[in-house]
């Protein structure tokens, strides 16, 4: 059975930062893009960042362009957003996602996600 855990989420101020974490286990995403998405209360999920599978290309939302940083463990199972110089608007359930296709376009497999909540 495919998993991806997520973790690292919780209440952080304007201006703070965040490293969320995701596991992949069941089967190997070593090959493959990985990626995050996000759903803000009242709003439709969208995509965050992805990575391709060795780490050498990464794409990102204007959004967090230039605050949100996206890597891989050595292991390609893994991987982590590093979320700085985070905003009010950035408060969402993050969603640990592979295969991204395109570097953009979710697949088939969703971790449960984890709460990021930025107070102003």
């Known amino acids: 059975q495919v998993q991806l855990v997520e973790s690292g989420g919780g209440l952080v101020q304007a201006g703070g930062s965040l490293r969320l974490s995701c596991a992949a286990s069941g089967r190997t995403f070593s090959n493959y893009a990985m990626g995050w998405f996000r759903q803000a209360p009242g709003k439709e999920r969208e995509f965050v960042a992805a990575?391709?599978?060795?780490?050498?290309?990464?794409y990102y939302a204007d959004s967090v362009k230039g605050r949100f940083t996206i890597s891989r463990g050595n292991a390609k199972n893994t991987v982590y957003l590093q979320m700085n110089s985070l905003k009010p608007e950035d408060t969402a359930v993050y969603s640990c996602?592979?295969?991204?296709?395109?570097?953009?376009?979710?697949?088939?497999?969703w971790g449960k996600g984890t709460l990021v909540t930025v107070s102003s």
């Open positions: 990575i391709n599978w060795n780490g050498g290309n990464t």
């Open positions: 996602n592979a295969p991204v296709v395109d570097l953009k376009s979710a697949g088939d497999y």
